[in-house]
């Protein structure tokens, strides 16, 4: 008997619209959800916000979907707009918030006046972070790293709580001397447990 979750946001009035994914289809995932705004998901962060925070779009994983020995992916896109054309553009640092804890990317990345950039795994959105797992006592440990070649962040994870359900949020930090009118916005996010054992 297969097992299906569902992977698209679905408004009551037009239940319609719910794609149901069969998880013997997706490579040995035991859950994905992935969540699309329309534009976006979260509300815009100005280029005068200089304070680091994340996106008001909370992605919460059910708890026990999660145990030793997963993978797991998280995929998403940003889009960031540089602001006025005659302005100083933007430049900015990423990261993820698993669980309550923090990992910023060390690396400052840049998008010029006037122009937008995005920010996404490789291969578009289809692109996916790896975290190996490895959870003791309830708390979660491994290496956060990111498949392919874009702006990377590596940084050991770290005691993330998972005996409960487990928020994520995508986080971001405008540099100093960022243009007011820059903005950046969150446009989708989506994760996904893999295991060798169902």
Partial sequence: MSTYFLGTTVTSGDPGQAQWLNTATLGGAKY??????????STPIPGSDLSQQAFDYTLTVPAGRIALGDTFNLRFLIQADGGD????????????TIGGVPYLSPIVLGVSPGAFGSITAPNGIDG??????????ALLSGMLSVAGSFDVLI?????VPIAGPVDINILWEWQAGTDPTASVDLLSLGFEVNSAVP
């Fill in 85 to 96: 054309a005659l302005g100083a553009g933007g430049q900015f640092k990423w990261g993820l």
């Fill in 155 to 159: 940084q050991p994870l770290l005691n």
């Fill in 32 to 41: 994905n959800v992935w969540q699309v705004g329309n534009p976006v998901l």
């Fill in 128 to 137: 996916v972070f790896v975290v190996a797992i490895n959870p003791v006592d």
